[in-house]
């Protein structure tokens, strides 16, 4: 089978599954959890941001790392590529509409997010090596087996959390290995056009140098992983936005049209006013690669960041929930915003050109025009950010596949992680691409699912962290019922 043949199967796979009743149940998904919490993400967003990055006070409570470590090594994972190219692409295609609704998933997906948080820290494990184990495919099995008797009878929530598991290692694979590795390679290879080097060569010596040093890090477990996220990811996304700040503040007589651009090709179709060449698209089209784009920028949903939530030191599971949701404010709302405005303030995104830039390309070129260097920032925080995801989602998978076949397949998980970097780094870029697309739409049902249906749950928690601060009684749900040394 060519890769053409698996590009066209995959693509309509992707046709199908992000398809409008996707994007209807994360939104209706969202909507939901942010009314049962009240617009929680709204009240305690500035609370959260101080919990984040303040020093935490539950360093001797159960947990692997810290908050802030906790909070870093999920944005590792998230803060990648679709920060870059994602934005782009959705731009490009769909035009500055795009953004808005992207914000959209940003609000309602930190309501899905912390949802996703409280659950993995509730239902976590202890592993006989005294790490945490936690995710989705714990909640899933043991929150829906001790709320629902009828779906345990039917073994309903072991399948669904094995599968989630199963998709989780192979999405880790994928979306946080090859897809990243691809990003990095082609950056790199394109930054050294014009000269001699081969590009295939470059790719590949790419792939290489990336799985040695994921493999050193990857080596020392979580608190190493941890460590090093909290390094790197605050130097990337300053060094980011530091960039763009510098474009929008030395043209900020520029950022009231594109905000009046931006909203008002939301809600309509700017190709029929347009002079020039861009087509424009209709507001459907808008809303789905919007919303599609922004699920894929910031992972609510997708059922990852609770894995990193569950190995943190925290004092009750909304106390991590809180830290946990800032993850997708700082993702979407704040990188991706950065890199929308100067898209459009750059006027790059116009044409109806069919070779025109797109993706990390234009984010690029949409830099480099307004500073010095510019082009080449947007490179070097495309390896940061890859890199920060790649050893991320490494974690993510390693927690699956731990909980698929326990801790011996871990070397062998570690093995064809590392060498699935290279082979990511020489592959066609389309078809990396649409295989994540669709793992990550698999992954998205059976955690929605329970989401939904340990809503209560989630509230009840949310309630009894609230009324402890209020009385300064004891937790009416005494916090981490469900740990214990895994058998």
């Known amino acids: 089978m060519t890769t053409d043949n698996l590009q066209d199967i995959f693509g309509n796979l992707e046709s199908i599954l992000w398809g409008w009743p996707m994007l209807i149940i994360l939104i209706f998904t969202g909507i939901y959890l942010t009314v049962i919490l009240k617009g929680l993400q709204f009240r305690f967003l500035f609370r959260s941001l101080k919990l984040a990055f303040t020093p935490s006070k539950s360093d001797k409570s159960a947990g692997d790392i810290s908050h802030f470590q906790a909070l870093m090594t999920a944005l590792a994972a998230t803060v990648g590529t679709g920060n870059i190219a994602g934005v782009a692409t959705a731009i490009s295609f769909g035009g500055p509409g795009a953004l808005v609704w992207m914000w959209l998933t940003g609000f309602l997906g930190m309501a899905t997010k912390y949802s996703e948080a409280v659950l993995g820290v509730y239902y976590r494990r202890q592993e006989k090596s005294g790490e945490m184990s936690g995710g989705p495919m714990y909640y899933i099995k043991d929150g829906l087996d001790a709320h629902y008797p009828t779906l345990k009878k039917f073994n309903i929530p072991s399948i669904l959390a094995g599968a989630f598991a199963i998709l989780l290692v192979i999405a880790a694979l994928n979306i946080g290995n090859m897809v990243q590795a691809n990003s990095v390679a082609d950056a790199v290879a394109n930054s050294m056009r014009g000269t001699s080097y081969d590009p295939a060569s470059i790719k590949m010596w790419v792939g290489i140098i990336i799985a040695i040093m994921t493999m050193l890090v990857i080596v020392g477990g979580i608190k190493r992983i941890a460590r090093v996220a909290s390094g790197i990811v605050p130097f990337m996304i300053l060094l980011y936005i530091g960039a763009g700040s510098i474009i929008l503040i030395s043209n900020w007589q520029l950022i009231d049209d594109a905000f009046v651009l931006i909203f008002s090709s939301a809600f309509g179709d700017i190709g029929q006013n347009a002079a020039g060449g861009f087509l424009g698209a209709a507001v459907k089209e808008v809303m789905k690669l919007g919303l599609s784009r922004g699920v894929f920028s910031n992972e609510s949903g997708l059922g990852t960041a609770p894995v990193a939530a569950a190995a943190a030191k925290t004092s009750h599971p909304v106390e991590q929930a809180l830290v946990s949701m800032t993850q997708t404010f700082i993702d979407t709302i704040v990188v991706c915003s950065f890199t929308g405005l100067v898209i459009v303030i750059s006027g790059m995104w116009w044409t109806s050109d069919p070779n025109a830039l797109t993706g990390a390309a234009l984010t690029a070129q949409s830099f480099g025009s307004y500073i010095s260097y510019g082009e080449h920032i947007v490179t070097l925080c495309l390896i940061f950010f890859a890199y920060s995801t790649i050893i991320g989602w490494y974690y993510y998978g390693e927690k ?6 326990g801790m011996k397949g871990i070397w062998l998980y570690r093995m064809i992680f590392l060498l699935l970097l290279v082979v990511g780094a020489v592959q066609p870029v389309p078809l990396i691409w649409t295989i994540a697309s669709v793992m990550i739409s698999f992954m998205i049902f059976p955690n929605l699912l329970s989401l939904l249906l340990l809503s209560g749950k989630v509230k009840k928690l949310t309630e009894d962290f609230i ?19 895994a058998e």
Not at 400 to 405: D, P
Not at 469 to 478: D, P, Q
């Open 400 to 405: 699956a596949m731990n909980y698929v076949v």
């Open 467 to 485: 009324q402890n601060e209020k009385t300064g009684e004891g937790y009416i749900e005494k916090p981490f019922h469900h740990i214990h040394k």
